[in-house]
């Protein structure tokens, strides 16, 4: 007897390589639920966790928020300022990106476009071989005297007027983010970014 077998109807949602790439990038990289991530980009949450597990990173270091040129540019404000002895610590590395990503109007899974503790883990990660984050101590006189608030803020100017002169807008928005975070108080023990081998100071 001949069974005939009839072809099934149900149909599968296709993903552009694109979006699902991008899916799979927030949730390895940086840090968000893939529930969250299946909303954020309309992808069935199933079919987003199998292609998680089986995840191969081909653009390393990619992030789905921030591009790694606009990463750079964070580190090297973090070392800059830690080296001048006004170090960022990690809740203010958090407002900087979120105030960041409010000024240009980037999509990010991020709730009120603030990184979560994943996020600040997956970017220390990526740039351990630049920053770290650790204990400071009180920056001796001679440096606090070089590093005052107007040395700063006559920096601020000078590195404003260049950045403008050659049109770079992103570097612009990130530095003057992150000096404006420069904290007037700070605690003579607290944990902030600074160079991989340099010897980190606050100025108190």
């Known amino acids: 007897m001949q069974v005939s077998m009839s072809q099934s109807k149900r149909s599968y949602k296709t993903y552009s390589e694109d979006r699902m790439e991008s899916a799979v990038n927030c949730v390895k990289i940086d840090g968000v639920r893939i529930k969250r991530a299946s909303e954020i980009f309309a992808i069935n949450r199933t079919t987003l966790m199998n292609h998680v597990k089986n995840y191969k990173c081909n653009a390393i270091g990619r992030s789905t928020v921030l591009t790694r040129d606009e ?57 351990k071989d630049q920053l770290s984050c650790r204990i400071a101590q009180n920056l001796p006189k001679n440096r606090a005297e070089a590093s005052s608030v107007e040395v700063l803020k ?10 403008e002169r050659n049109n ?27 160079g991989k081998d340099l010897e980190i100071h606050i100025k108190l």
């Open 71 to 127: 990463e750079q540019l964070i580190v090297h404000a973090l070392t800059k300022l830690a080296d001048w002895g006004f170090g960022l610590d990690r809740f203010q590395l958090q407002i900087c990106v979120q105030d960041y990503l409010r000024r240009i109007d980037r999509k990010n899974p991020f709730k009120n476009c603030l990184p979560g503790k994943d996020w600040i883990a997956g970017f220390e990660k990526r740039w």
């Open 154 to 163: 006559d920096f601020h100017r000078k590195l404003k007027d260049t950045i």
């Open 168 to 194: 770079v807008e992103i570097g612009l928005k990130i530095y003057l983010i992150a000096m404006s975070l420069v904290s007037k108080h700070k605690l003579e023990y607290k944990k902030i970014y600074a």
